[in-house]
Nanobody
Framework: QVRLRESGGGTVQVEGSLRLSCAASGYTNSMAWFRQAPGKEREGIAQ????????HYADSAKGRFTIAHDNTKNTVYLQMNRLRPEDTAVYYC??????????????????????WGQGTQVTVSS
């Protein structure tokens, strides 16, 4: 199981940008970003197959967030633009997809990933 280390969180004003990074200790077939706001369930934001199988975005991220992966560094990035107060949450990196799917009934499944980072706080101030 890979170990994950996130960085790049912080406080930004509305309409600002942040880039999160997550370095994996080794190869993983898939990496993703989830977030969890206080009192809410963990929700999936973006996912990428490291072998070039494509990307997926939650509706809340489409058009504003971009996920990218650097194979030479085993690192995934989440570029977040036009941030909103509702984007405030702890953002978690996930890796090692255990099955063929991570979405069921329109909901992203945190249990589909074996490895998790410690989380990084993103706060969007108005």
């Amino acid at each position: 199981q890979v170990r994950l280390r996130e960085s790049g969180g912080g406080t930004v004003q509305v309409e600002g940008s942040l880039r999160l990074s997550c370095a994996a200790s080794g190869y993983t077939n898939s990496m993703a970003w989830f977030r969890q706001a206080p009192g809410k369930e963990r929700e999936g934001i973006a996912q990428i197959y490291t072998g070039g199988g494509g990307e997926h975005y939650a509706d809340s991220a489409k058009g504003r967030f971009t996920i990218a992966h650097d194979n030479t560094k085993n690192t995934v990035y989440l570029q977040m633009n036009r941030l909103r107060p509702e984007d405030t949450a702890v953002y978690y990196c996930a890796a090692d997809l255990v099955g063929p799917s991570f979405i069921a009934g329109g909901r992203w499944l945190p249990t589909a990933f074996r490895a998790w980072g410690q989380g990084t706080q993103v706060t969007v101030s108005s």
